[in-house]
């Protein structure tokens, strides 16, 4: 329906218009489609994209990607570099090999490539080497993700500590 129906972003707030109120936009694989042409397709447009990816209940690891590339396609790579910290943090889904190109284009494109090799042939879904890659750039480019993760960090202490009581 978007690649025949869809051609410019009026067109495809109508067609999600119509989604949300078919309870179709519920749907990952229909609002996957959705944000993938606002985020990546011809007639971008990343606030739109921002706000159906928030919309979004359990975003899988194609809309997580997605969102990234499309923000890191943009004027403030910033943005793809947030997600991705979001992603690894407030999210169950793991970043895989389709998810590093984007993030390293983002790094690249803020001049700072030797950061983003720092994620290369790097295991860091380690909650030490998490926690220490993250208060690097809290420190360096005040991404502000610390409060955050302190948060994750101390729920799921408390989840562990209930688990064994």
């Known amino acids: 329906m978007l690649e025949t129906n869809c051609h410019t972003i009026k067109d495809l707030k109508k067609i999600h218009a119509h989604l949300i109120k078919t309870g179709l936009a519920k ?12 985020a990546t397709g011809p007639a971008r447009d990343l606030d739109y994209a921002f706000s159906v990816f928030k919309q979004i ?25 947030s997600l991705f910290v979001e992603m690894l943090v407030g999210s169950r889904v793991r970043p895989e090999k389709l998810t590093y190109p984007a993030v390293f284009k983002a790094y690249t ?7 983003g090799a720092q994620l290369h042939g790097t295991e860091i879904f380690d909650s030490n080497k998490l926690h220490e890659f993250l208060e690097v750039m ?3 480019y005040d991404f502000n993700v610390l409060p955050i993760l302190n948060h994750v960090s101390n729920v799921c202490s408390s989840d562990i500590s209930t688990a064994i009581v």
């Open 27 to 38: 749907d990952t694989v229909a609002a996957s489609r959705v944000l993938a042409f606002c």
């Open 57 to 81: 209940e359990e975003p899988n690891l194609f809309i997580w990607n997605t969102i990234i590339r499309g923000f890191c396609q943009s004027s403030d790579p910033r943005v793809a570099i």
């Open 109 to 115: 494109q803020l001049g700072l490539a030797e950061d």
């Open 138 to 140: 809290d420190q360096r």
